[in-house]
């Protein structure tokens, strides 16, 4: 039996096994941990039961520098698991130990599953920041995210010869589990593709892994939104689908690549709005379908000459008022935005919702224009 050192054998590990492995990158960073740990010089079939749950209680008590706050349970539930799968193949294919540890050692305990829902607010803003951004890129990623509920690999790996704009399918040949699959594109996400300039072949995106998270992580610190993740647009693109209605969980699955129905059901969190709908039935629709549309917008005043104000409301394309006085403009506004829903509600033409304007404008001056009230809200 070969006697050899923990942190020699996980270098041969990682050339061997991991780099085979699609988390490779991920994998890697883990091995470089247990390596520098107090297991690194220990001979691979020294290492004991006991040395396992030291390590896993040493890493459960050390802070993470990044958020300042103990590691993660799921960190060290990985470690372990890649220690055990270090310690079969080290038993069963190279003879550097007799058995495996890390079997009978308690694993800490899962951690609920994240539901964190992107808010409307924050929506806005993350579109915002990145649609203003100078790598045109971070916005169609984004918004592909959103779209498809695509994972953050499968997105940076999208080739031009691979998106079939016309029949709306980008076709990913390599996924996490290992199977092909096509993903449909709706026409936000088919718009966030051809706005970066459609070629015929190579890479749809400039950004790497490590770029995105960096760009991810200075992005939220600007917009000071906390606690979330990229995978979390993923969550509340697997939640909008099933929120749809009009799919079912194997037609969700098949766009999403969720193998396991437990997995996808753990992204899913209706939202309490659509159980309302659901709720109220058919009873006074024509009538909630006006109402519903009948809510405050933004808008924003400028002085435009000495003796004209202008108020323009944001989400509607050319829409807005010019008066002498601003409580003039502000009045007229509010008419002008009534007869635009009004004249949308007959024509069947798309309203669109409040607050979704892409400009960057100072949040002080903005206010809100209510079509119904006779003053400002």
Avoid at 63 to 86: A, C, D, G, Q, Y
Avoid at 189 to 197: E, K, N
Wanted: aromatic content about 6%; hydrophobic content about 40%; some cysteine.
């Amino acid at each position: 039996m070969e006697k050899i050192k923990l942190k020699d054998a996980l270098a041969v590990y990682s050339a061997k096994v991991s780099i085979l492995k699609k988390g490779y990158e991920q994998e890697k960073y883990r091995i470089q941990q247990i390596s520098r740990s107090f297991l690194a010089d220990k001979l691979v079939l020294e290492i004991t039961s006991v040395d396992i749950a030291t390590y896993r209680d040493l890493r459960l008590d050390e802070i993470n520098p990044r958020t300042k706050k103990k590691l993660s349970t799921s960190t060290v539930r990985l470690e372990m698991s890649l220690l055990s799968n270090f310690f079969d193949i080290s038993r069963i294919e190279w003879g550097s130990c007799e058995d495996n540890p890390v079997k009978n050692v308690r694993k800490p305990k899962s951690p609920p599953g994240r539901d964190r829902r992107l808010t409307a607010r924050e929506e806005r803003l993350i579109l915002r920041y990145c649609h203003s951004h100078s790598n045109s890129d971070l916005y169609s990623i984004v918004v592909l995210a959103l779209e498809t509920a695509m994972r953050q690999g499968e997105i940076l790996k999208l080739r031009w010869e691979h998106i079939n704009l016309k029949n709306r399918i980008a076709h990913l040949p390599q996924t996490k589990n290992g199977e092909k699959r096509d993903v449909p594109l709706s026409i936000k996400a088919r718009d966030a593709l051809i706005r970066i300039g459609v070629k015929s072949k190579g890479p749809v995106f400039s950004y790497t892994s490590s770029g995105i998270k960096s760009t991810w992580r200075f992005m939220l610190q600007s917009l000071e939104i906390e606690d979330l993740h990229f995978h979390d647009l993923r969550h509340e693109a697997c939640s909008r689908l099933t929120e749809l209605g009009t799919l079912d969980i194997l037609e969700i699955a098949a766009i999403t690549g969720h193998k396991s129905l437990a997995m996808l059901k753990r992204y899913t969190h209706l939202k309490a709005q659509r159980l309302v709908q659901k709720l109220e039935g058919n009873r006074n629709k024509g009538q909630r379908v006006v109402i519903n549309h009948m809510v405050p917008y933004p808008a924003m005043v400028e002085q435009v000459e000495t003796d004209r104000v202008m108020v323009r409301l944001l989400d509607f394309e050319g829409l807005c008022s010019l008066a002498t006085s601003k409580e003039a403009a502000i009045e007229q506004a509010q008419d002008v935005l009534l007869r635009r829903i009004m004249t949308c509600i007959r024509d069947a033409q798309p309203i669109p919702q409040p607050d979704q304007y892409l400009e960057l404008v100072e949040e002080h001056r903005v206010i809100m224009i209510d079509p119904l009230a006779a003053h400002v809200v």
